[in-house]
């Protein structure tokens, strides 16, 4: 099976969610399995390839969940080489990474997933005295 001409992330800040369709390479190193993801350069292990593979997947989504809530999502994309497509839908992006053919890497299982919106931190607000 080959992997799709792009990968993308789809955030939907109005509903809380993420979509990603990535993809990944896996080899077995001595007695384990390794699953690496190249757009977003992480790897993981198992010691079966489905293990691999769900590991590399929760990693991914722990990734995302901790650049949504450090509020970097955005930037580090941008410095993996993904490029923020224009959505005509307020508070919704989608970021689209181009991918160079290659017959080793596989389509990933597409997933979504709803995340906790980053916390704003409340302005102190100014007391007035009156003399």
Not at 18 to 38: G, I, T
Not at 94 to 118: A, M, R, S, T, V
Request: aromatic share 12%; proline share 7%.
């Amino acid at each position: 099976m080959k992997a799709p001409n792009h990968s993308y992330i789809y955030v939907d800040w109005q509903i809380s969610y993420f979509e990603v369709s990535l993809s990944y390479e896996d080899w077995q190193e001595n007695r384990s399995w390794v699953a690496r993801c190249p757009e977003l350069q992480l790897s993981d292990y198992g010691e079966t390839q489905r293990e691999a593979i769900d590991n590399l997947m929760e990693m991914i989504k722990a990734t995302l969940f901790s650049a949504i809530e450090k509020e970097i999502l955005s930037p580090m994309l941008r410095k993996l080489g993904f490029k923020r497509s224009r959505v005509p839908i307020p508070k919704r992006e989608y970021y689209i990474l181009d991918l160079k053919q290659c017959e080793k890497f596989k389509p990933l299982p597409n997933f979504g997933e709803y995340f906790q919106k980053p916390q704003v931190l409340a302005q102190p607000h100014k007391t007035q005295v009156h003399l």
